[in-house]
């Protein structure tokens, strides 16, 4: 008679590159917009990008808090 583990985890779960911890995955809307000082304090540059949002997802390590694989839509 063969005995499984039990909570056994599927192929397709991630593990934390940086400690090989459990990961969970993450999604929402990440919305941002574009500091008026981005780098020097008093000194006024034009941001490279626009403000604006997007769906976005990944994973994060339950051990470190590591954040791996993120994409968007």
């Known amino acids: 008679m063969t005995v499984e583990k039990i909570g056994q985890e599927s192929s397709d779960t991630q593990r934390c590159e940086k ?16 500091d008026a000082e981005p780098y020097k304090s008093g000194v006024e540059e034009e941001a490279k ?25």
């Not at 400690?19 to 574009?34: H, N």
């Not at 990008?49 to 839509?73: P, R």
């Open 49 to 73: 990008v626009k403000s604006g949002e997007c769906w976005v997802g990944g994973y994060i390590c339950d051990n470190c808090g590591n954040v791996q694989g993120l994409w968007s839509e």
């Open 19 to 34: 400690c090989g911890g459990r990961t969970a995955l993450v999604t929402g809307m990440f919305i941002y917009e574009p």
